[in-house]
């Protein structure tokens, strides 16, 4: 089982990725995970990425496929695979499409996630994230128990992501109709199932819709 979840930066689809992948025992690959953690890490692709991710840019194709191939490769072929944030772009979603069947997977479906863009702002504008176990927050929709830390770790302190400054924030939201929105046509094209979520909703009744999607 391979899932895509698409959708603008702020709509929520790390929030929903993290409690969908737990529900299901389904394999998150956050592409923006990975890279933050090859930053933290301090490793050559890390090094690589930085800057595009500072300017909003995305990160070359080339980068990103060798780390998805590697990652992919390494979890086990019963476990569902939540995609977030991958593909991008449309040599993106080639590249997955030859890469999947080496590993004996192919895309079941893709869950577009649709809000109006001054929520996607909002949004992204109050996000907070763990910086240990990646669990996502919003200071406006769906607060922490204890202001600044982690439900899960409990003493952790949440961080406030570089690239939600404002200016990114809207350099991203361009990147996104440019070169990710195509995808949309991509997909209906190859005749992939697609179910698309209303995002500027409640967490918890999102993630119900989209539970049942997969019941
Ligand atoms: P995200 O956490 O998905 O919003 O990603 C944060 C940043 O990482 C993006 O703004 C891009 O710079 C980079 N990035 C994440 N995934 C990709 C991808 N599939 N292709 C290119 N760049 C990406």
């Not at 800057?51 to 992919?72: C, F, N, Q, T």
């Not at 939201?173 to 929105?181: A, F, P």
Request: net charge negative; with cysteine; hydrophobic share 40%.
């Amino acid at each position: 089982m391979v899932v895509i979840l698409l959708g603008p930066p702020g709509v929520g689809k790390g929030t929903q990725a993290v409690l969908l992948a737990e529900s299901m025992g389904w394999a998150h690959v956050s592409t923006g995970d990975l890279l933050r953690a090859a930053r933290r890490e301090g490793t050559q692709l890390g090094q690589e990425a930085q800057a595009y991710m500072d300017r909003g840019e995305l990160v070359p194709d080339s980068l990103i496929l060798a780390m998805v191939k590697e990652h992919l490769a390494s979890l086990p072929q019963e476990q569902g695979v939540l995609l977030d944030g991958f593909p991008r772009t449309v040599p993106q979603a080639e590249a997955l499409a030859q890469m999947l069947p080496e590993v004996d997977r192919e895309v079941d479906r893709v869950v577009l996630f649709l809000a109006p863009d001054e929520v996607l702002v909002k949004r992204i504008s109050g996000r907070r994230s763990c910086p240990n176990c990646g669990a996502v927050y919003n200071v406006y929709f769906n607060p922490p128990q204890m202001e600044g830390r982690c439900d899960r770790c409990g003493d952790v302190e949440l961080a406030h992501r570089a690239d939600d400054a404002e200016g990114t924030v809207r350099r991203r939201l361009e990147v996104y109709r440019e070169l990710t929105e195509p995808l949309i046509r991509y997909y209906e094209g190859m005749e992939t199932p697609m179910s698309r979520i209303d995002a500027d909703r409640d967490v918890d009744l999102i993630q119900r819709e989209l539970r049942s999607a997969f019941a």
